[in-house]
């Protein structure tokens, strides 16, 4: 049994979007993140801040989206989408899910904040070195892990996806274009875009935003 705790736009949906690509069935209870005071209290039984994305497989519990990711590809192998241990492409894969959590996340939360510090100021770094990494990275390799699409790209793809093209917070540099095209180009993603949107849209508080757009 595999519970998946999601809020439509947020950073659940690329959980969302990785457990369909796995294939799995699951049963989806959605967080009230957006209404006042948060989600409700009980829920920090599942998750201490109260965030979202968090699933329990068989009675354990397992937040953060990088920690999600590890467990499911490694309880699922026969997915093919994690590389095993021993696989040269491990290495990668789980540098890339930890440095999306810990470096990306924080690094684009503090320039779209404004915050101005140095790089030993605090230890996810700066913005200008996250992002030239990035385009290394993705320049020497078609895949967050190597040469095939695995977990990884879900979870740096749909980041990056939403960062440069949503928040405008990422520079739209041919290989973080090509980079989102690859990796969006996928059956599991448009399904869970779009049924995500659908249940946006039964939300007050995003009805607003999506009203102030039209």
Same mark, same amino acid.
């Given at each position: @049994?595999?519970?998946?705790?999601?809020?439509?736009?947020?950073?659940?949906?690329?959980?969302?979007?990785?457990?369909?690509?796995?294939?799995?069935?699951?049963? @989806?209870?959605?967080?009230?993140? !957006?209404?006042?005071?948060?989600?409700?209290?009980?829920?920090?039984?599942?998750?201490?801040?109260?965030?979202?994305?968090?699933?329990?497989?068989?009675?354990?519990?397992? *937040?953060?989206?990088?920690? +999600?990711?590890?467990? %499911?590809?490694?309880?699922?192998?026969?997915?093919?989408?994690?590389?095993? +241990?021993?696989?040269?492409?491990?290495?990668?894969? +789980?540098? *890339?899910?930890?440095?999306?959590?810990?470096?990306?996340?924080? $690094?684009?939360?503090?320039?779209?904040?404004?915050?101005?510090?140095?790089?030993?100021?605090?230890?996810?770094?700066?913005?200008?070195? @996250?992002?030239?990494?990035?385009? !290394?990275?993705?320049?020497?390799?078609?895949?967050?892990?190597?040469?095939?699409?695995?977990?990884?790209?879900?979870?740096?793809?749909?980041?990056?996806?939403?960062?440069?093209?949503?928040?405008?917070?990422?520079?739209? &540099?041919? $290989?973080?274009?090509?980079?989102?095209?690859?990796? *969006?180009?996928?059956?599991?993603? &448009? %399904?869970?875009?779009?049924?995500?949107?659908? @249940?946006?849209?039964?939300?007050?508080?995003?009805?607003?935003?999506?009203?102030?757009?039209?």
């Amino acid at each position: @049994m595999l519970k998946f705790y999601h809020a439509p736009w947020s950073r659940s949906s690329t959980i969302f979007w990785l457990l369909e690509e796995l294939g799995l069935e699951y049963e @989806m209870e959605l967080v009230d993140i !957006r209404g006042e005071g948060g989600a409700p209290e009980e829920y920090r039984k599942i998750q201490p801040n109260k965030k979202v994305p968090a699933i329990v497989h068989d009675g354990k519990v397992v *937040t953060e989206r990088a920690a +999600i990711t590890i467990y %499911l590809g490694d309880v699922f192998p026969e997915k093919g989408l994690a590389p095993a +241990i021993g696989d040269p492409d491990r290495a990668a894969y +789980i540098s *890339t899910l930890v440095y999306h959590d810990a470096v990306f996340d924080p $690094v684009v939360c503090a320039k779209v904040k404004g915050l101005s510090y140095v790089s030993n100021d605090y230890p996810f770094g700066l913005y200008e070195d @996250m992002v030239a990494y990035l385009e !290394r990275k993705l320049s020497e390799n078609p895949w967050a892990a190597g040469e095939r699409f695995t977990l990884a790209d879900v979870i740096l793809g749909g980041g990056i996806n939403y960062v440069m093209n949503v928040l405008k917070a990422l520079p739209e &540099r041919p $290989v973080f274009r090509d980079y989102v095209a690859r990796t *969006t180009d996928r059956p599991a993603f &448009r %399904l869970t875009a779009e049924r995500d949107a659908a @249940m946006a849209a039964e939300i007050p508080t995003l009805q607003k935003i999506m009203a102030g757009r039209a």
